[in-house]
């Protein structure tokens, strides 16, 4: 055999022969839980290009918590309402109107978000908590068959959220 072999083997040998490392935590998965309430009421101002592009750039997005969904092995997440308002100012719990709400495709008022990270939500505006009032045709909110919810309700990344509010308001109430 090799001397390097030799040496190798050797070197295996001792590693071998040695104690086990200690053992080491095993790192329980945390999972995600939403920190609002339902009922809450938040707005955030838009600010990217498509906005811009759409003149709805510095306006305020507003979104109510109307329930919550539990994702197995995935965590706790909202499911929210939006409108948009066309104003600079900084919008109150009055300006939320159900109204005015934005269906997202197939009519669907409700979008359960996701993506929300530490960073998006120090954009958000607590405005206060309201009661989650519904329209007529407010899909998958009070429904009590969470499966029949789930089949209603988009899920939104929230990276794509404000081009696809925008597109949504547009084709509901065109652009004024």
Not at 80 to 103: A, G, Q, W, Y
Not at 114 to 131: A, D, P, S, W
Request: charged share 25%.
């Amino acid at each position: 055999m090799g001397r390097k072999r030799k040496v190798v083997l050797e070197k295996l040998k001792l590693k071998l022969q040695s104690p086990q490392p200690e053992a080491k935590p095993i790192r329980v998965k945390k999972l995600y839980k939403c920190p609002w309430n339902i009922g809450d009421v938040y707005a955030f101002q838009i600010l990217d290009e498509y906005a811009e592009e759409k003149g709805f750039h510095g306006t305020y997005v507003i979104f109510q918590v109307a329930a919550m969904w539990e994702i197995p092995d995935s965590g706790v997440y909202p499911i929210v309402r939006f409108m948009l308002t066309k104003s600079h100012e900084i919008p109150t719990l009055n300006d939320f109107s159900v109204c005015r709400l934005i269906p997202a495709f197939d009519n669907v008022y409700a979008t359960q978000l996701i993506g929300i990270n530490y960073v998006n939500t120090k954009k958000f505006i607590f405005l206060g908590n309201c009661e989650v009032k519904s329209k007529d045709d407010d899909y998958g909110i009070h429904l009590d068959n969470k499966m029949d919810m789930i089949k209603k309700v988009s899920m939104c990344n929230f990276k794509f959220m404000i081009p696809q509010l925008i597109k949504d308001y547009i084709r509901e109430y065109g652009n004024r």
